[in-house]
């Protein structure tokens, strides 16, 4: 029986999973590129160091989200170019926000009446008298990129409850006159998708998303607008520019001809 290598003992997940990651990750950096045909089971066996059901059950996976292609007697190809799947770049300002999000498609799954959001994940603001709670995907090119749970102050959004239903509400509250956001501060954590985030992202239980909580305020610093968004891993990417806020780096001197 092959010995399995022992970093993959020290993950929980399932070992077919792993294989599967590895297998995207060569992939998404075009190791193996669109169109291509991958190794074979005994190149993958030989490179891995797992048995070959473990391989099928990665292969299985993959070509269940339309990553490969298997096809008799020919092998198996990359079906899908996952190089510039990582489209979103997650906001650093509330600008790049708006920008972001002002022509993304909506599907509503939920909305109702609540009377206040959940606890943010840092304190920041004071909780409103009553606020509309709703449910929704986010989809770029019909594919969903995120799932989101907004909290949204009653008398904004009853004040054109069309608009925030069907389009997104940061850059619908970014056009209002009437609306002054005078605070905003977003926290990102990673963690695992649940069997209902799963669904709606069509991705797997337990893969890898980025878990986004943020908040609006308003000049009296009441929350007017509460968000727990979770995305796939799989289309975010994070830039942060580190010298922002810094002042400007000092030249070196330059050393004269004569070492003065």
């Known amino acids: 029986m092959k010995k399995v ?4 003992h020290r993950n929980r997940m399932p070992l077919y999973l792993q294989m599967a990651k590895l297998m995207r990750q060569k992939i998404e950096s075009q190791e193996w590129r669109y169109g291509e045909q991958i190794p074979t089971l005994d190149e993958l ?7 070959r059901i473990t391989l099928r059950g990665a292969l299985d996976y993959l070509e269940e989200f339309g990553i490969i292609r298997r096809t008799r007697g020919r092998g198996t190809f990359v079906a899908k170019d996952l190089s510039e799947e990582r489209w979103f770049k997650l906001a650093n300002t509330l600008d790049e926000l708006v920008e972001k999000v002002a022509d993304l498609n909506v599907q509503l799954l939920l909305i109702e009446q609540a009377e206040k959001p959940p606890s943010p994940a840092f304190p920041f603001g004071e909780v409103g008298p009553a606020y509309r709670h709703l449910k929704r995907v986010h989809y770029h090119k019909e594919v969903p990129y995120c799932v989101i749970d907004l909290y949204l102050d009653k008398v904004i959004f009853d004040s054109d409850p069309q608009a925030f239903s069907a389009a997104p509400v940061v850059s619908q509250l970014a056009r209002r006159d009437d609306v002054r956001i005078a605070g905003a501060k ?3 954590r990673v963690a695992v998708a649940d069997e209902e985030t ?3 992202l069509r991705i797997g239980v337990g893969e890898p998303i980025a878990d986004v909580c943020r908040t609006f305020v308003d000049e009296n610093d009441r929350i007017i607008y509460y968000a727990h968004i979770q995305y796939p891993t799989h289309m975010i990417q994070i830039e942060t520019d580190l ?3 810094a002042s400007a780096p000092r030249k070196k001197r330059q050393k004269s001809g004569d070492g003065r």
């Open 186 to 188: 977003q926290v990102t």
């Open 45 to 51: 066996e030989k490179e891995y160091q797992v048995s």
């Open 243 to 245: 010298m922002q806020g």
């Open 198 to 200: 799963a669904a709606h």
């Open 5 to 8: 290598p022992e970093s993959l």
